[in-house]
Nanobody, 126 residues
Framework: QLQLLESGGGSAQAGGSLRLSCVPSKYTNSRYFMGWFRQAPGKEREGVAA????????TYADSVKGRFTISQDNAKDTLYLQMNSLKPEDTAIYYC???????????????????WGQGTQVTVTS
């Protein structure tokens, strides 16, 4: 069974940067989309960014457009989320996810993804 492992979380000041990484436990080409999601305390999990596994097409939530960049390195089989111009409201647990069973109808909908990492904490202080 495919597992995902995130790394790179931590603390940053507002305006700073962090980069998250996600590595799968094994190679599989049965991945339609890969995505990053986040969940802040008391809030629902929300989609941040997604990327089509086969052609690298990206989608972003409005709240992170122009600040975050999702990318994938197929040679390293690694997914990244570069986060710049961080804001305190970006504080959350960030999850890597994969949609391996079907093409998502809404690529930032967490319910469209069937495989999840354990999450990594990102804290942004003002």
């Amino acid at each position: 069974q495919l597992q995902l492992l995130e790394s790179g979380g931590g603390s940053a000041q507002a305006g700073g940067s962090l980069r998250l990484s996600c590595v799968p436990s094994k190679y599989t080409n049965s991945r339609y989309f890969m995505g990053w999601f986040r969940q802040a305390p008391g809030k629902e999990r929300e989609g941040v960014a997604a990327i089509t596994y086969y052609n690298g097409r990206t989608t972003y939530a409005d709240s992170v457009k122009g600040r975050f960049t999702i990318s994938q390195d197929n040679a390293k089989d690694t997914l990244y989320l570069q986060m710049n111009s961080l804001k305190p409201e970006d504080t959350a647990i960030y999850y890597c996810a994969a949609a391996t069973l079907a093409w998502p109808s809404a690529v930032l909908d967490p319910q469209q993804y069937n495989t999840w990492g354990q999450g990594t904490q990102v804290t942004v202080t003002s």
